[in-house]
């Protein structure tokens, strides 16, 4: 091997969320969701716009209940969502505007045929039969396909706000997709999904070459005894999640980070240059929350998103074959 053959030290810094929910916007206001906001570290969210989805009419069977609903893509499409009995404490059940009402001990209770589906996934998780898998997979493909119209963090640098926080505290661009959706998108909904942050790991590229071992070596040890880099400091691991995420999905309404890492944070990215660390990658991991987004790259729509980006050029890099390789 050349020294043309040589490629210089790179390094690679990943981050990726190990838990994810997703919410139709009125949850967010639910008692103890700050609370769990907190406590869950979820300070990234993405708003999103889905399939409008109706309850069409719930009937009490032998086998539970049995919810028709009816989802809209390129026209109103039906699908069944069955419920044990015990979903219900009471039989008086109605369907209004597209929401099932349920009149128990306690009151009125509203549930959206989003809601109702969210129920019937979980027990569908537990159910490993080729049908309840098949079903699990169809539904979200059909009710949960995502476009992000919104992406934004809740770590402030004084006070620390769960994104549960940020939103309810009447957030504008929030505010201002609920009412485009309302006039102007009427077979689609809003959908709110919060995540956390957390770095995956670094990896460390390069051909050794005789003038490159000083420089290697000193890479090789920064990885060992500072694992996380300067994304041990948590205001930049999110800053770094929030950058990469607008600068891979491009969200229409995010004005900022569109360009990153050319424009924008510096603050973010000379740390990691400083450190070595000439390339950051993000991966998003959605199958907890039985939620897809649209891949504006590739034209598709999945639960898991990987790519990472060169800090100096801002050229995009794709992932590798195995499971946790960047192909630089």
């Known amino acids: 091997m050349d020294a043309y053959d040589r490629k210089p030290p790179a390094g690679l810094i990943s981050v990726t969320n190990l838990s994810s929910r997703v919410l139709v916007p009125s949850q967010i206001y639910d008692e103890g969701m700050e609370e769990w906001g907190k406590a869950s570290g979820n300070h990234i969210y993405l708003v999103a716009i889905g399939p409008r989805v109706n309850v069409v009419s719930a009937l009490k069977d032998t086998d539970g209940w049995r919810i028709d609903t009816e989802y809209y893509k390129d026209g109103w499409r039906p699908r069944t969502v069955r419920l044990p ?130 420089e290697l070596a000193r890479l090789a040890a920064n990885l060992m005894t500072a694992p996380d880099g300067p994304l041990e400091d948590k205001a930049l691991l999110i800053d770094a999640a929030e ?55 590739a034209g598709t729509s999945n639960s898991r998103h990987r790519f990472a980006v060169n800090l100096s050029t801002g050229e995009r890099d794709v992932a590798g074959d195995s499971p946790l390789a960047w192909r630089m």
Request: aromatic share 6%.
């Open 243 to 297: 950058a990469m995420l607008i600068r891979y999905i491009q969200p229409k309404m995010n004005e900022k980070l569109r360009e990153f890492p050319l424009k924008d944070r510096p603050g973010l990215v000379n740390p990691l240059l400083a450190a070595g660390i000439t390339h950051l990658g993000v991966q998003i991991d959605l199958t907890a929350s039985d939620v897809v987004l649209h891949d504006p790259i």
């Open 85 to 214: 009995a015990p979903a219900f404490r009471s039989i008086n059940v109605s369907v209004s505007d597209g929401v099932l009402v349920h009149l128990g001990d306690d009151g009125e209770e509203r549930y959206t045929a989003v809601q109702l589906a969210r129920k019937a996934l979980d027990l569908a998780r537990d159910d490993s039969s080729l049908q309840a898998q098949s079903w699990m997979k169809h539904t979200i493909d059909k009710f949960f396909d995502y476009t992000v119209v919104y992406i934004g963090q809740a770590y402030g640098r004084d006070v620390r706000k769960s994104a549960v926080k940020r939103l309810t505290d009447g957030h504008a661009d929030l505010q201002k997709a609920l009412a485009a959706v309302n006039d102007h998108h009427r077979n689609s909904d809003i959908g709110v999904v919060l995540m956390d942050t957390h770095v995956q790991g670094r990896e460390l590229f390069g051909s050794i070459g005789q003038d490159g071992n000083e």
